[in-house]
């Protein structure tokens, strides 16, 4: 059974920093996509990074390229997404999700999601 646990998210003042962990289990990071979302309030959810082993690839969303960078720990399966410059308009609930095989753009190919971790930037 594939789990998904989001951590790290919070408070963060603009102009700050944060790392979010994706601990996963259930599936073989080496040959399955972990990928970052994001829903802001009233908003749909969008992709933001994704990071695939079997296709030895990384992508990020030009919204974040200069700012995310994704990263994976394969021996404790878990996927980290460091985020820096935080503003106003990167507040939102963070979720990682599991595809098995490669990567897609499109949110509805992705087969297990995590419950999210909150993400606030405010002064």
């Known amino acids: 059974q594939v789990q998904l646990v989001e951590s790290g998210g919070g408070l963060v003042q603009p102009g700050g920093s944060l790392k979010l962990s994706c601990a996963a289990s259930g599936f073989n990071v080496d040959y399955d996509a972990i990928g970052w979302f994001r829903q802001a309030p009233g908003k749909g959810r969008a992709g933001l990074s994704c990071i695939s082993n079997r296709e030895g690839a990384i992508y990020y969303d030009d919204s974040v390229k200069d700012r995310f960078t994704i990263s994976m720990d394969k021996a404790k399966s878990t996927v980290f997404l460091e985020m820096r410059n935080l503003n106003l308009e990167d507040t939102a609930n963070y979720t990682c999700?599991?595809?098995?095989?490669?990567?897609?753009?499109?949110?509805?190919?992705?087969?297990?999601w995590g419950q999210g971790t909150q993400v606030t930037v405010s002064s």
């Open positions: 999700a599991h595809r098995k095989w490669d990567c897609s753009r499109h949110i509805f190919l992705w087969d297990d």
